[in-house]
């Protein structure tokens, strides 16, 4: 079993950039797909981003393609999200999780393991 543990959320202004880190502990991530969600007040968590267990594919929500970045240190166990030209929009609290089975997939519910979570809050 693996333990994910979010950090680098924050307050910043529209236009400006965050990376998000998601520490993992128990099991190494290249065990593991990986994938970002946020969740804003009043909405349903929503995929943002994914990364093989390799790192060699990777997937974006057409909202943040272009924008964002993921990707995940071996040596770290750890998986990151540059958020470059971040819109009042992105305002969420961002997870991190990670899947056994190895294929892709937007659904939150079939991802097994999750973090706590970062508040992301972009103001305009």
């Known amino acids: 079993q693996v333990q994910l543990v979010e950090s680098g959320g924050g307050l910043v202004q529209a236009g400006g950039s965050l990376r998000l880190s998601c520490a993992a502990s128990?099991?190494?991530?290249?065990?593991?797909?990986m994938g970002w969600f946020r969740q804003a007040p009043g909405k349903e968590r929503e995929f943002v981003a994914g990364?093989?267990?390799?790192?060699?594919?990777?997937y974006y929500a057409d909202s943040v393609k272009g924008r964002f970045t993921i990707s995940r240190d071996t040596a770290k166990n750890t998986m990151f999200l540059q958020m470059n030209s971040l819109k009042p929009e992105d305002t969420a609290v961002f997870y991190c999780?990670?899947?056994?089975?190895?294929?892709?997939?937007?659904?939150?519910?079939?991802?097994?393991?999750w973090g706590q979570g970062t508040q992301v809050t972009v103001s305009s």
């Open positions: 128990g099991r190494a991530l290249s065990s593991y797909r």
């Open positions: 999780a990670a899947r056994r089975a190895d294929y892709h997939t937007t659904t939150p519910a079939l991802y097994d393991y």
């Open positions: 990364i093989s267990r390799s790192g060699g594919s990777t």
